[in-house]
């Protein structure tokens, strides 16, 4: 969270003069998911009041004035916090968005869904599902493997967990990670098994994390 003297420092490095129209862009971004939600504009007024309110406040080009995100539709943008670029002049501020960010009720501007990604992790769970889905059992060893029903997936997943034990207590890093990899994969197909994804997971931990 901003302290006072951030709030002070950066209201007072921004450079709005670089702008004809003194205002400065805002990247909202999701302060838990790492997504960008949308971009907006600011004045020194705007940045004032977001900071003193803890609710994102543009200055609206449109409206030629003061912009509360939410102000009508009560999908306000949460202040976690506020950074300032390399060349002063632009901003990036981490939100907790409440409901959708973008005014046609999509969660961001460019219409993407607002939810936790994981980088590769992701993409080899979407490579799962659509292995899955193709349900090819003579070619795809995850469809194989689904075709023959959650126990023996949960199986695997008990089979590759001794394997990543049995190498842990030995000296070959090599083998501990590809066993851990292995165990990894096999879990991530348990999940969807069960109709879960890793975030699923991710959220009863935050939710550990919050008690």
């Not at 999509?106 to 979407?126: A, K, M, P, R």
């Not at 991530?188 to 109709?195: R, S």
Request: glycine share 4%; aromatic share 6%.
């Amino acid at each position: 969270m901003l302290c006072r003297n951030d709030k002070k420092e950066i209201i007072m490095n921004v450079d709005f003069n670089k702008s004809p129209d003194g205002l400065v862009p805002a990247i909202i971004q999701d302060a838990t998911t790492s997504k960008v939600l949308m971009l907006g504009y600011m004045n020194a007024e705007a940045l004032k009041k977001t900071l003193e309110s803890k609710l994102v406040t543009f200055f609206s080009r449109s409206k030629q004035r003061l912009w509360t995100k939410g102000e009508e539709s009560g999908n306000v943008l949460n202040l976690v916090d506020i950074k300032l670029d390399c060349d002063s002049d632009s901003l990036l501020i981490k939100v907790n968005p409440k409901g959708p960010t973008c005014h046609k009720g999509t969660d961001t501007c460019w219409n993407e869904v607002n939810e936790q990604s994981f980088g590769f992790i992701s993409q080899l769970e979407n490579t799962i599902t659509s292995r899955i889905n193709e349900a090819n059992s003579e070619t795809s060893y995850v469809a194989s493997l689904f075709a023959k029903g959650i126990n023996k997936v949960a199986q695997k997943v008990g089979e590759e967990a001794v394997e990543v034990v049995i190498e842990a207590k030995d000296n070959n890093d090599d083998l501990f990670l590809e066993e851990s990899a292995d165990l990894l994969f096999h879990y991530l197909m348990l999940l969807q098994a069960k109709g879960f994804k890793l975030n699923d997971v991710v959220s009863v931990l935050e939710q550990r994390e919050k008690k």
